[in-house]
């Protein structure tokens, strides 16, 4: 099978984690007590706690680095927020994807079909011996392969209207920006 295969699938899984983080992200917002596009950066600046609950979602949150890791109280659902540059949350992480397409295959198909493949080409490498044998090496030549047909850009640091920022020093918010602005996102073209 080739990665042209799955890029209908990938792209569809890609659009189903950015949703989920959509929602995920306002009920954070609002236990945090500040605006949507202010969480990346208050977490660097260390406004508020580092873990907690998600009481509606029945999620708990644990910030570290530059991410948001978010767990159903059960552990079977997983959920990375990468943020990029600006805060935003349509960025990924390939460890990110990867434990999303896992913990939520059961509930969309294209993350069904995408861990399908994962699957079925993990087992096939085995009986042929291919040294990149597991399912997040798979993913990561996926998204290469997605990367160099135009499919998926790095969401590269562009300087921001930063008057709306005020209440954080600019200087640390471009270091900030600059330090996620590798994290991959979908191409709209």
Same mark, same amino acid.
């Given at each position: ?74 552990? /079977?659902?997983? *959920? ?5 540059? #600006?805060?935003?949350?349509?960025? @990924?992480? =390939?460890?990110?994807? +990867? ?40 993913? /990561?030549?996926? *998204? ?5 047909? #135009?499919?998926?850009?790095?969401? @590269?640091? =562009?300087?921001?209207? +930063? ?27």
């Amino acid at each position: 099978m080739t990665p042209d295969h799955n890029i209908t699938s990938t792209l569809a899984a890609l659009d189903y984690y950015t949703h989920t983080k959509q929602v995920i992200i306002k009920d954070l917002s609002e236990v945090l007590g500040c605006e949507q596009d202010d969480i990346f950066y208050s977490w660097c600046f260390r406004k508020f706690k580092q873990h907690g609950e998600l009481v509606k979602l029945d999620y708990i949150y644990f910030f570290h680095g530059y991410e948001c890791d978010i767990r159903s109280k059960d552990k /079977s659902q997983y *959920i990375r927020i990468d943020f990029g540059p #600006g805060g935003r949350i349509d960025t @990924f992480s =390939e460890w990110g994807l +990867y434990n999303f397409v896992v913990s939520f295959k059961s509930q969309n198909s294209a993350l069904l079909s995408l861990h399908e493949y994962l699957i079925k080409t993990v087992e096939t490498r085995s009986r042929s011996e291919t040294s990149n044998n597991s399912e997040r090496d798979i993913l /990561s030549e996926l *998204i290469d392969y997605m990367k160099k047909d #135009g499919y998926l850009y790095q969401a @590269f640091y =562009e300087p921001l209207n +930063y008057e709306n920022k005020l209440n954080f020093p600019v200087d640390e918010i471009k270091y900030f920006d600059e330090a996620v602005s590798n994290r991959l996102i979908i191409s709209t073209d």
